[in-house]
């Protein structure tokens, strides 16, 4: 059994659950809606911009106007689909490596010539392939829709696709520990959930406001530190994408930088638990 056997034999097992088909379903209708919703039709003065049929402005607007409000769109569209990824790409992925330990089926795997660490790497690449085709669908759907209905071709959206399957990677190195480490579907979802919309975003990112409020003391604002710089850093890439896809120049990428390296070792400390499993 080779890397990329594993790689397509989770393809085909996430193929198979219906959240997928939801999450796609999802976007689909959207764009659609989106297609029906946004027009905009060229005029001496400009471009007049319709949305659901009504003038959006009295008057037409000039064409980076234009480019401007279509980039506003495509944010808030992308905003949308990076929550809907961290709701159902992470529902559907989170059994990946629960699922393959499962007496029987690891037994089954490991009879294979194939190492711990590959394996456990196809099962990770493959979630993270599953999910990057979902993105993909999306951003290159919308890139299409606006370009088709509104004249403007950003490329930034397409950057924006890339992006955000790098950051799922980095929070699937996260993912992939914890199931690992519990060896639970369910606890993997609720754990990840927990880190996404408490820990993260509301807290971590924001300790200065929030946990730094609780003491002065030095030590435990140092381990509040540690733990913002030990996690990927989601809130952080989310506003540089933002930023990115609204036409910002100056963009901070050490979120991502860490996010990497938080992801890397999360998924290196998987591996380690799964040499180490007695099976």
Same mark, same amino acid.
């Given at each position: 059994m *080779?890397?990329? !056997?594993?790689?397509?034999? *989770?393809?085909? =097992? ?17 764009l659609?809606g989106?297609?029906?919703?946004v027009?905009?039709s060229?005029? +001496?003065?400009g %471009?007049?911009? $319709? /949305?659901?049929?009504q003038?959006?402005? =009295?008057?037409?607007i000039?064409q ?7 980039r506003? &769109?495509?944010? #808030? ?12 790409? /992470?529902?559907?992925?989170? #059994?990946?490596?629960? +699922?393959?330990m =499962?007496?029987?089926? /690891? +037994?089954l ?8 660490w ?21 951003l290159?759907g919308?890139w299409?829709?606006f370009?088709?209905?509104t #004249?403007?071709? +950003?490329p930034?959206l397409?950057?924006?696709?890339l992006?955000?399957?790098? &950051?799922?990677?980095?929070?699937f ?5 914890i199931? *690992?480490? $519990? ?7 609720v754990?990840t ?7 993260e975003?509301?807290?971590l990112?924001?300790?200065?406001? *929030?946990l ?14 540690g733990?913002?710089y ?12 933002a930023?990115?896809?609204?036409? !910002?120049t ?11 390296l %938080?992801g ?16």
């Amino acid at each position: 059994m *080779t890397l990329l !056997a594993v790689v397509r034999l *989770t393809l085909r =097992e996430l193929a198979s659950k219906a959240t997928m088909y939801i999450l796609a379903g999802i976007s689909t209708v959207v764009l659609i809606g989106t297609a029906f919703a946004v027009s905009a039709s060229q005029t +001496d003065a400009g %471009s007049l911009v $319709t /949305v659901f049929g009504q003038p959006l402005m =009295e008057v037409p607007i000039p064409q980076d106007a234009l480019v401007h409000f279509v980039r506003q &769109m495509q944010a #808030g569209l992308a905003g949308g689909l990076f929550t809907g990824i961290m709701l159902f790409g /992470v529902f559907a992925t989170a #059994g990946i490596v629960p +699922d393959m330990m =499962e007496r029987g089926t /690891v +037994d089954l795997y490991l009879s294979k010539p194939i190492a711990r660490w590959e394996l456990l790497l196809g099962k990770y690449l493959g979630g993270v392939a599953a999910i990057g085709v979902n993105i993909l669908y999306f951003l290159v759907g919308a890139w299409l829709v606006f370009g088709i209905r509104t #004249g403007v071709w +950003d490329p930034a959206l397409m950057l924006t696709a890339l992006v955000m399957i790098f &950051m799922f990677a980095c929070l699937f190195g996260l993912v992939t520990f914890i199931g *690992t480490w $519990t060896r639970n579907t369910a606890t993997t979802i609720v754990l990840t959930f927990l880190f996404l919309f408490i820990i993260e975003g509301p807290l971590l990112a924001h300790r200065e406001s *929030t946990l730094f409020r609780l003491s002065e003391n030095t030590v435990y604002r140092t381990v509040i530190d540690g733990l913002f710089y030990l996690f990927p850093q989601i809130s952080g890439m989310q506003a540089g994408a933002a930023s990115q896809l609204s036409g !910002a120049t100056e963009i901070d990428w050490k979120p991502f930088l860490q996010a990497f390296l %938080s992801g890397a070792a999360f998924f290196l400390g998987g591996a380690v638990l799964f040499k180490k499993r007695d099976f």
